[in-house]
């Protein structure tokens, strides 16, 4: 018997240490598979990341490196013309403008406080440039606009023609941004939709020519619970409604901070708002902002854009905008510490009608202006131009 009990213990103690090392094996033969996915998965996000790099590299008329895929397209004539007439026009513009716009914003926008602020620019269209100018810290940028989407070219299969057709459309669609600070819409819809493809190219080249690095792109929508999601998952969620449409950029800043950068595609109107809810339901996740509104056509200024203009005055808790954004009069004193800057008696002439007078009155009075350093708005003009810095009061 105790044969018997000692060959039975032998035979379990067997079994026990080939089931152990069956298990082990198993194990590392799933580890091994897993550890090459990551590779993989590693390489191919590396490879994403050079071409999405490259490809906003070459658009902005910037230096490649002498391996990349586009070193050979960036010797033609067209990309040298336009890369060189680009480094012009951006060394004027930074000049000119946005060296001044950087240091008043330290000074007076506190950025500091800022640090890791989402910016909410609606009515932005792909202007970038000037959320990151005024606010360099924020850790997301939330860009609202009619202009699609869009994709982002394809270099490589660019004749040297078309190259020079597609740089000619670049030069249209930013010359007036980079000589007036703001975008002309009726350019946009033909410039962007037609000539572009969307905004998606603008913004890459803004994000370049900031010296930031694209991590990836990804197309996106909003689903009806607010949330940014796939277009495959919003399909997935069988709601009915047509989901509002962005895009996703994920980016790293000079000093190497993740950020990301979403435009997306809507209308702002009340009834379009309440036709698609989703995007409202998105913003309020969104919690506390900091908005930023340029060259907002006065849109505002009228009853049906007021469920936009409630929820930035609801959720803000710092406005900079010029005189075309949210009428003076609702930044009640009660709520508001209000500052202005600049000058301002009346709008161009296209928009004479939206002259506020409660905003003429406060710049009137004693002591109750500081000057700006620099044009910005439709009146571009440095002498001209205004900005109105409005913190909301703690408790409000």
């Known amino acids: ?41 590693s390489a191919a996000s590396e490879a994403r990341q050079l071409e999405l790099n490259d490809t906003a590299r070459f658009i902005a008329g910037l230096p490649l490196s002498t391996d990349s895929v586009l070193a050979k397209m960036s010797t033609l004539p067209a990309w040298r013309k336009y890369a060189d007439s680009f480094n012009k026009n951006w060394m004027s513009l930074d000049k000119s403008r946005m060296a001044s716009m950087r240091k008043w914003a330290g000074d007076e926008l506190r950025t500091g406080s800022n640090d890791n602020a989402t910016v909410f620019y609606p009515f932005s269209g792909p202007d970038f440039l000037h959320a990151a100018t005024f606010f360099p810290k924020a850790g997301s940028y939330v860009l609202v606009a009619l202009e ?51 905004s998606l190219p603008i913004l890459m080249i803004f994000l370049a020519r900031t010296e930031n690095r694209i991590d990836d792109i990804q197309f996106v929508e909003i689903s009806d619970t607010g949330d940014v999601v796939t277009p495959d998952a919003s399909r997935a969620s069988g709601s009915g409604r047509k989901p509002p449409k962005g ?22 109107r009340n009834d379009d708002l309440k036709r698609s809810p989703a995007f409202m339901t998105y913003l309020a996740k969104l919690g506390t902002v900091t908005s930023y509104l340029k060259s907002a056509s006065y849109l505002m200024y009228k009853d049906y854009f007021s469920t936009i ?66 044009g910005i708005g439709y009146n571009w003009r440095q002498g001209q131009s205004n900005l109105l810095v409005a913190r909301k009061k703690t408790g409000k």
């Open 1 to 41: 018997m105790s044969y018997l009990r000692g060959s039975l213990i032998a035979a379990v103690t067997v079994w026990m240490i080939a089931a152990c090392l069956f298990i082990s094996g198993c194990g590392r033969t799933a580890e091994t598979p897993s550890d090459g996915e990551k590779k993989k998965a």
């Open 148 to 198: 699609p989407v869009g994709t982002a070219p394809d270099i490589q299969h660019m004749t040297p023609d078309s190259m020079d057709q597609y740089f000619s459309a670049v030069n249209r669609s930013l010359q007036e941004v980079l000589s007036f600070s703001f975008f002309k819409t009726d350019n946009m819809k033909v410039d962007l939709k037609e000539e572009l493809n969307g």
């Open 247 to 268: 895009v996703d950029i994920t980016f790293r800043s000079p000093d190497g901070v993740e950020k990301h950068l979403y435009y997306f595609s809507v209308n702002l």
């Open 309 to 374: 203009r409630g929820a930035i005055l609801d959720q803000s808790a710092l406005v900079v905008q010029d005189d075309s954004g949210i009428p003076y009069g609702f930044f009640k004193p009660d709520k508001w510490d209000v500052a202005l800057y600049g000058v301002y008696s009346k709008p161009i002439e296209m928009f004479v009608t939206r002259k506020d007078e409660q905003l003429v009155r406060a710049y009137q009075t004693v002591n109750a202006r500081k000057p700006l350093p620099f």
